[in-house]
C-alpha cells in the first residue's frame, strides 16, 4: 500500500443476495479507488450508485462480496478490530442514545473506544464545546432538533480521535441553517492535517465546497476521479441552461435541433417542470439563438441562464448524459433524472 | 506531511470489562431515565397473585397442597407466589430483545459494530441490565406475595436460592429473545412469538397446579418443561424443602442458559453478515 494513502480499495464488489421474490443486487462492481490521507475526499453520486455501501464495507460493517480494501493501512477483511480502532464513523442513522444527555453518550462512547475515563470527560467537554453543544449537554439527546443531532453524531464519531472519519450524507434532511452549521464544521475538521475526511453526498453544492477530491460513482463502478477543479475544466465551454414549463421533451428537441454549436442536449421533463441544458463554445451567441428558437416553436420557458461549469454540470455530463437511459440521445428519463433533479435543486 | 497522518497513535483498546462495563452504564441510564417500563410490568404479578389467590384460593384444601401454615390465608398463596415469581421473570425476560430492535432501526447498532467492542461486551452488558432488573422486580414480586399472605419458611438462604434461580431462568428467556429480536428485526414479530411461547409454558408446567391436578399429558410435558424446574427449585428455596431432583433441573437450567447464550452470540454475528 502506499504509505501517503489513507484508504486502497481494490475491486470491491459487493452483492446482496436476493430474498423471496427479490432479486439479487450488484450495490458494488469493482470498485477502485484510493484516498490520499490528510484531505477531504468526496464520494458522490446519485441514490443506489453504491456510496453508501462502499463506506460500510470501509467501515467493517458490511463485507465486500469480492476485492479488498485497507484503511489505515490495515485491511478490512483480515484486520476489522485494527480499522475500527482507527476510524470514525457518522452513519446515515443516529449514534447516540436518545434518553442520555449528550456528554453521557460522548463519554461512553469514548470509553468503549479505549479511552480512559479522565481522558474521556475531558475530550467529551471539549467536543462539546466545538461543536457548539455545551450548553446542551446535560439534556437527553431525544430533545436535541435535527442539526444538533447530526453535530453530536460527527463529535461521538471524533472522541478517539481517529485517523478516518466517514461521514455518510451529513446533511441530508437538515434545514439551510443547520447544513450550513455542518458545513463549518466539516471545513473547520478539513483543517487538521491528521485526520482523513471521507464524505459522502448527493448535494453537488456540499462536495464542491468541501471536498478536496472527489469520486464519482454510479451504478457501483467508478466514473471519474479528481479536484473539482479538474473535473469542471474537463468539460470545455459554458454550460447553458433553460427552465421548461409544461415541457414536450420531443417538441423542445425539434426546436432546439436548428441551433448550432450546442453539445450534450439534456431535456429533463419531470410533471409540469423541466430543464434544458447543454454546452457551447459561445454562450452570449446560444443564448439568443435558443430563446428565438423556443419562441418561434412556441415552447413556453422561464429563466435563461450561461454559466461557467459548475459541479452541477459535471455530474451531468457523467450521470446524466452519459449513464443515463438513453445514452447520445440526450432525453432523460429514469434513475438517471432522479438524481440529476436531485442536484439541481441543492 | 502525510505520513502525519498515519503515525497518529490510535487509542489502545478498552479492556473487555470496560466495554461491558459501559454498555451496561448506558442501558441503566436509559432504564432510570423510564422507570415506568419496569415498575408497569409489576402490575401485571400483583394482578395474578390477588386474583388467582382468590379465583384458587379453594384448591388450598386440597391434601395436594400439604397443611395449611394456619396464617389463615390457606397455603394456595405459598403454592402460587413462586409461580408468579417465575411468571414475572417469562414475561419480563420475552421484552429483552426490543432494546436491539430499536437500536438496529436508530442505527445505534452500526456504532457498536463499527467501533473496537467485542460483540459478546455488547451482549454481556444488556443482558446484565436485564437480569439487574429481573433480580429487583423479583424482590417485589416476594414482598407482594408476603403482603397477600404468603410465608418463606427457607429463610434468606431459600429467598436467594429463588432469586438465583430466577436469574438462571432470565438469563435464558432474555438471550433468547435476543436471538429472536437480532434475526427478526421486528417488534412484532418479537412480541407475538414470545406470546405464543409465554403461555403454553406457563401453564403447561407447575407454577399453578400441582401436577397430581392435572391429565397425564401435561404432567408429561410439565416435567420436561424448564418453567416447572424454575417454579419447583424456587418453591424448593422459599418453602425450604426442595424437590427430590432439584439438582438435575438445576443442571437443565445452566445448560439451556449457556446455549441461549451462545444463540445470541451466533445471532448477533449473523446480524453483521446479513448487512
Known amino acids: ?346 | 506531511m502525510t505520513a502525519i497522518a498515519l503515525t497518529t497513535a490510535a487509542p489502545s483498546r478498552a479492556g473487555w470489562f470496560t466495554q461491558a462495563g459501559q454498555v451496561l452504564r448506558r442501558w441503566l441510564i436509559a432504564t432510570l431515565r423510564q422507570v415506568w417500563g419496569p415498575v408497569m410490568s409489576l402490575i401485571q404479578p400483583v394482578i395474578w397473585i390477588v386474583l388467582f389467590g382468590q379465583v384458587f384460593h379453594s384448591l388450598g384444601a386440597l391434601p395436594q397442597f400439604g397443611p395449611s401454615t394456619g396464617s389463615g390465608t390457606g397455603s394456595y398463596v405459598d403454592y402460587l407466589v413462586p409461580g408468579i415469581l417465575m411468571m414475572t421473570v417469562l414475561y419480563s425476560g420475552a421484552w429483552a430483545g426490543t432494546g436491539y430492535i430499536d437500536d438496529i432501526n436508530s442505527g445505534v447498532m452500526d456504532q457498536y459494530l463499527t467501533s473496537p467492542v467485542a460483540r459478546s461486551a455488547i451482549i454481556t452488558g444488556q443482558l446484565v441490565q436485564q437480569l439487574i432488573i429481573n433480580l429487583a422486580q423479583s424482590l417485589v414480586v416476594l414482598g407482594i406475595g408476603w403482603l397477600a399472605g404468603a410465608r418463606y419458611p427457607g429463610g434468606i438462604g431459600g429467598i436467594l436460592v429463588a432469586l438465583g434461580v430466577a436469574t438462571l431462568l432470565a438469563t435464558i428467556f432474555c438471550c433468547a429473545s435476543t436471538a429472536v429480536a437480532l434475526t427478526a428485526r421486528s417488534q412484532i414479530a418479537l412480541i407475538s412469538l414470545s406470546q405464543l411461547i409465554v403461555l403454553p409454558a406457563t401453564f403447561l408446567s407447575t407454577t399453578m397446579m400441582p401436577s397430581d391436578l392435572m391429565p397425564e399429558w401435561v404432567q408429561d410435558v410439565a416435567r420436561w418443561n424448564p418453567m416447572t424446574w424454575a417454579v419447583e427449585l424456587g418453591r424448593g428455596g422459599l418453602s425450604g424443602t426442595y424437590p427430590d431432583n432439584g439438582w438435575w433441573q438445576v443442571a437443565g437450567l445452566t445448560v439451556l442458559a449457556a446455549l441461549a447464550f451462545v444463540w445470541a452470540m451466533r445471532s448477533i454475528r449473523a446480524y453483521q453478515r446479513s448487512v
Open chain 1, 1 to 346: 500500500m502506499p504509505e501517503n494513502h489513507a484508504i486502497v480499495a481494490r475491486d470491491l464488489v459487493k452483492v446482496y443476495p436476493g430474498r423471496g421474490r427479490r432479486p439479487a443486487v450488484r450495490a458494488l462492481d469493482g470498485l477502485s479507488f484510493s484516498v490520499p490521507a490528510g484531505r477531504v475526499f468526496g464520494l458522490l453520486g446519485p441514490n443506489g450508485a453504491g456510496k453508501s455501501t462502499t463506506t460500510k464495507i470501509l467501515t467493517t460493517l458490511s463485507r465486500p462480496t469480492g476485492g479488498s480494501a485497507t484503511v489505515a493501512g490495515h485491511d478490512v477483511a483480515a484486520a476489522p478490530a485494527a480499522v475500527r480502532a482507527a476510524i470514525g464513523y457518522m452513519s446515515q442513522g443516529a449514534s447516540t442514545d436518545p434518553l442520555l444527555t449528550a456528554r453521557e453518550n460522548l463519554e461512553i462512547a469514548a470509553r468503549l473506544r479505549g479511552v480512559s475515563a479522565g481522558d474521556a470527560r475531558g475530550r467529551a467537554a471539549r467536543l462539546l464545546d466545538e461543536f457548539g453543544l455545551a450548553e446542551a449537554s446535560t439534556r437527553p439527546v431525544g430533545s436535541f432538533s435535527g442539526g444538533m443531532r447530526r453535530r453530536l453524531d460527527v463529535a461521538a464519531a471524533l472522541v478517539h480521535r481517529p485517523r478516518v472519519l466517514f461521514l455518510d450524507e451529513p446533511t441530508t434532511g437538515l434545514d439551510p441553517e443547520a447544513r450550513a452549521a455542518m458545513w463549518a464544521e466539516i471545513r473547520r475538521l478539513s483543517g487538521q492535517e491528521a485526520l482523513t475526511v471521507v464524505l459522502t453526498t448527493h448535494y453537488m453544492e456540499e462536495a464542491d465546497r468541501l471536498a478536496d477530491e472527489l469520486l464519482l460513482v454510479n451504478k457501483g463502478r467508478v466514473v471519474v476521479q479528481g479536484t473539482p477543479d479538474e473535473l469542471k475544466a474537463a468539460l470545455h465551454g459554458d454550460s447553458l441552461r433553460v427552465s421548461l414549463i409544461e415541457p414536450d421533451a420531443a417538441a423542445v428537441r425539434a426546436a432546439i435541433s436548428r441551433v448550432a454549436g450546442l453539445r450534450d442536449v439534456v431535456i429533463e421533463a419531470t410533471g409540469v417542470d423541466g430543464v434544458l441544458a447543454a454546452r457551447t463554445d459561445d454562450a452570449s451567441a446560444a443564448v439568443g439563438a435558443v430563446i428565438g428558437a423556443l419562441d418561434a416553436a412556441g415552447i413556453r420557458f422561464g429563466q435563461v441562464a450561461a454559466s461557467h461549469p459548475t459541479l452541477d454540470d459535471v455530474y451531468l455530463h457523467f450521470v446524466g448524459h452519459t449513464f443515463g437511459p438513453s445514452t447520445g440521445s440526450g432525453t432523460g428519463g429514469g434513475s438517471g433524472t432522479g438524481a440529476l433533479t436531485e442536484g439541481v435543486a441543492a
